[in-house]
């Protein structure tokens, strides 16, 4: 069975769907079978990815709430993708009346976890009930976090809610490690929350090689390309393939 990774943090901004798009590139690159779901209402994966989310018949959405089959666009540079868009906005409220809610999206993910290496999951900006599926779908949880204060002191929520996911309804969800975003290794506020995450957050898992903040990743998403085909020379792109890497390990 392959991993289903959760990229999850409560917070917006923090470059989860840029994560969840170039891990699974790098990923494919190794020769992995890789499908990304979009769970996020804003559906930018899905248009990172190159698909206009308000043109689409069929999402996530329908998996979820209607038990139909993964509407799985196929061999986007490689990668599998599960599309979202606005009408999952909606599930937040269906959800909370529904059957066997918590594991809606497991149920839907069931089909196939068994035909990819690896599933990215990338999760809204919050601790809402779509968050909370996710984490029960996933094995792992992968934690984006922006080097920055703010960001920092918001990890207590965001972790509290992986326990309340492990201490009932996924027992056996693992944190895959923290990856520091968006980092200005040029300003002292950007230095100390680097090393106060390296020194907080190592003792919940791997933390991975630091992402630095450039404009380049949204120019790429405006491209609808991965890091390494926009700019293989970026000096992000060897990062990613680190991960990917360390990502590769895991049992």
Same mark, same amino acid.
């Given at each position: 069975?392959?991993?289903?990774?959760?990229?999850?943090?409560?917070?917006? *901004?923090?470059?989860?769907?840029?994560?969840?798009?170039?891990?699974?590139?790098?990923?494919?690159?190794?020769?992995?079978?890789?499908?990304?779901?979009?769970?996020?209402?804003?559906?930018?994966?899905?248009?990172?990815?190159?698909?206009? !989310?308000?043109?689409?018949?069929?999402?996530?959405?329908?998996?979820? /709430?209607?038990?139909?089959?993964?509407?799985?666009?196929?061999? $986007?540079?490689?990668?599998?993708?599960?599309?979202?868009?606005?009408?999952? +906005?909606?599930?937040?409220?269906?959800?909370?009346?529904?059957?066997?809610?918590?594991?809606?999206?497991?149920?839907?993910?069931? @089909?196939?976890?068994?035909?990819?290496?690896?599933?990215?999951?990338?999760?809204? !900006?919050?601790?809402?009930?779509?968050?909370?599926?996710?984490?029960? =779908?996933?094995?792992?949880?992968?934690?984006?976090?922006?080097?920055?204060?703010?960001?920092?002191?918001?990890?207590? $929520?965001?972790?509290?809610?992986? @326990?309340?996911?492990?201490?009932?309804?996924?027992?056996?969800?693992?944190?895959? *490690?923290?990856? &520091?975003?968006?980092?200005?290794?040029?300003?002292?506020? *950007?230095? /100390?929350?680097?090393? +106060?995450?390296?020194?907080? $957050?190592?003792?919940?898992?791997?933390?991975? &090689?630091?992402? !630095?903040?450039?404009?380049?990743?949204?120019?790429?998403?405006?491209?609808?390309? &991965?890091? =390494?085909?926009?700019? !293989?020379?970026?000096?992000?792109?060897?990062?990613?393939?680190?991960?990917?890497?360390?990502?590769?390990?895991?049992?």
């Amino acid at each position: 069975m392959g991993q289903v990774i959760a990229v999850f943090n409560q917070s917006g *901004g923090v470059g989860k769907s840029t994560l969840t798009m170039n891990l699974g590139y790098h990923l494919v690159q190794r020769k992995k079978k890789v499908l990304l779901v979009d769970m996020d209402p804003q559906a930018s994966l899905t248009a990172f990815m190159g698909l206009e !989310p308000s043109d689409l018949d069929k999402t996530i959405y329908e998996s979820v /709430m209607a038990s139909e089959p993964l509407p799985i666009h196929t061999d $986007l540079h490689g990668v599998d993708l599960v599309p979202a868009n606005i009408n999952l +906005s909606g599930a937040e409220l269906e959800l909370v009346v529904a059957d066997m809610r918590d594991y809606r999206l497991k149920e839907a993910l069931s @089909a196939v976890v068994d035909k990819y290496n690896f599933i990215f999951i990338d999760c809204p !900006p919050s601790l809402g009930i779509l968050s909370y599926i996710s984490l029960v =779908a996933a094995t792992h949880v992968l934690i984006p976090i922006q080097t920055q204060y703010k960001a920092l002191k918001g990890t207590e $929520l965001l972790l509290s809610t992986i @326990a309340r996911v492990r201490s009932r309804a996924n027992k056996t969800l693992s944190v895959a *490690g923290v990856v &520091p975003t968006m980092h200005e290794a040029r300003t002292v506020q *950007g230095v /100390m929350s680097l090393q +106060s995450i390296q020194e907080q $957050l190592a003792k919940i898992g791997t933390v991975f &090689p630091t992402i !630095p903040r450039s404009v380049s990743f949204a120019d790429a998403s405006q491209e609808h390309l &991965p890091l =390494a085909l926009y700019s !293989p020379k970026h000096p992000a792109v060897p990062l990613f393939n680190q991960i990917a890497r360390s990502l590769e390990k895991m049992s």
